[in-house]
């Protein structure tokens, strides 16, 4: 087994012997293409290579062993935490982590590496971009009050970002054009657009058993909190990717405004039940991300019908 440590100038590398339990050899390459393609012709074809995500730096890594038919398999980030800091509590280095890596990889059944296709990339970058530049223009919002003397420059800077972002989700409808998946996810109510398309690049990139996995990936899984005399308390696990999860409560907003829709029928039922507004709406952003799987999975059409019909698409 081969574990990788990637940093954005170098991976530390550690060839394990499984058998023998013992390290057959370290070292380190930079993490260029150069770099990989020396670390290929040093490890055996059927060396498995372990490592954790950190975004396009261990990506292009993957990609590349991918491409000379290596198996690349993926150490979840937090679980690979937890056993590195058990097997070295007392020290953290780059090759420390490769070894570590390894070690874990030859211990735990890992899933493969999950690398997007160049059109899953660029929308995944598009999606990113449209994240920060939305949230720059919510401080912008909220700072033409809280800095009245500047507030012409600020007003400018709002405009110049609020046409940067319609350009930008121009570009995405162009691009989502191209994928059926997201022109499916487009026919649920209060699904639009910006969230089809960031349900498809997650779904199409991370390979989830089930839809209480993916429901918990996006933490609109309910958790039972237990403490002293608190108990039975029940509430989201908040887990998970964060803007999903938000983009998915705006759908299930948008859902309510739609005619016919089932949601917004599932709605009233949660407030007859007594919930609260906002814990009515994440019952229906749970059932949007357990429709979009299943769509997503089956590559069917959506069918109001369907919605609340026995399993797969029900709870």
């Known amino acids: 087994m081969i574990g990788i440590d990637v940093s954005k100038a170098s991976l ?16 380190e390459v930079a993490n260029t293409e150069e770099g990989v393609r020396g670390l290929l012709a040093r490890t055996e074809p059927e060396e498995p290579w372990a490592l954790e995500p950190t975004g396009r730096y261990s990506e292009g890594v993957a990609r590349l062993g991918l491409a000379q038919g290596r198996q690349v398999v993926m150490a979840p980030p937090r679980a690979a935490k937890q056993f ?7 020290a953290k280095t780059d090759r420390l982590d490769a070894r570590g890596l390894a070690l874990y990889a030859c211990s735990v ?47 400018a800077a709002k405009r110049a970002l609020a046409e940067q972002l319609k350009e930008l989700d121009r570009e995405l409808a162009r691009l989502a054009r191209q994928d059926p998946e997201v022109e499916r996810l487009q026919q649920v109510p209060g699904i639009g657009p910006v969230s089809a398309t960031a349900l ?35 509430g989201l696990s908040r887990q998970g990717d964060a803007e999903l999860r938000r983009l998915l409560y705006c759908c299930a907003q948008a859902s309510l405004r739609t005619k016919d829709s089932p949601f917004a029928k599932q709605y009233e039922r949660e407030r007859a039940k007594g919930l609260a507004s906002t814990q009515a709406l994440c019952a229906v952003a749970r059932k949007l991300a357990k429709v979009a799987w299943a769509l997503v999975r089956s590559g069917q059409d959506y069918d109001p019908n369907r919605v609340y019909a026995p399993r797969p698409l029900d709870t």
């Open 200 to 234: 498809v690049v997650r779904l199409k990139s991370t390979k989830f058993a089930g839809y209480d996995q993916f429901v918990a990936y996006v933490g609109l899984d309910v958790r039972v909190r237990q403490s002293g005399q608190r108990r039975g308390s029940l």
């Open 12 to 27: 530390s590398v550690c060839a394990w012997d499984g058998e023998a339990q013992r390290v057959r050899w370290e070292l």
């Open 84 to 90: 590195l800091t058990s097997v070295h509590p007392r």
């Open 109 to 155: 059944a890992l899933k493969p590496y999950p690398v997007k296709s160049e059109h899953m990339e660029q929308l995944a970058q598009l999606l990113a971009a449209r994240k920060s530049i939305s949230k720059s223009l919510a401080t912008f919002r909220q700072q033409l009050e809280s800095l009245p003397r500047a507030r012409a420059h600020v007003e």
